[in-house]
């Protein structure tokens, strides 16, 4: 498997996988350790630092998560979930035809191993409050922001400097 690691507006995103597919992209605080980009990866970089830029609003790469069939049914259905749209655990649950499934879809969501990608962040609360999430509830929030237009460009916005002339 290769990796990658690139620089996102919510930290360094670490993605692995292979010409057949991605296995897994996850969060982290700091910067990339390399910017090498093995050339299985590239279209998928291209393509996150694209949504993050505003500019593409769905993923046309191949995934390979690994999971139970359950888990695998869930994350198939967080895929269907439109770009800048939520849905609620329990409607998740039904849509996956067992209303009762509420915690085990909650328990996949947050074992979603493709982040961004696979877009677990579009799942919130009944109530549309948010709720759980791997990467931190404030990186929750700002995906739901950028993808409804209302977001800040970095949560670690550039150290701002005047100039007096």
Known sequence: MDQACIQTPLGTALITGSEAGITHVTIGNGRPEHDLIPSSLSLVCKQVNAYFEGHLKQFDIPLLPEGTEFQKKVWKALM??????????????????????????????????????????????????????????????WLLDHESGTCQYSLFPQKQTTRSD
């Open 80 to 141: 269907e979930i439109p770009f800048g749209s939520t849905i609620s655990y329990g409607d998740l649950a039904a849509k996956l035809g067992n209303p009762g499934a509420v915690r085990a879809v909650a328990a996949a969501n947050a074992l979603n191993p493709i982040w961004i990608l696979i877009p677990c962040h579009r799942v919130v609360g009944s109530d549309g409050a948010l709720k759980g999430y791997a990467g931190g509830l404030y990186r929750k929030k």
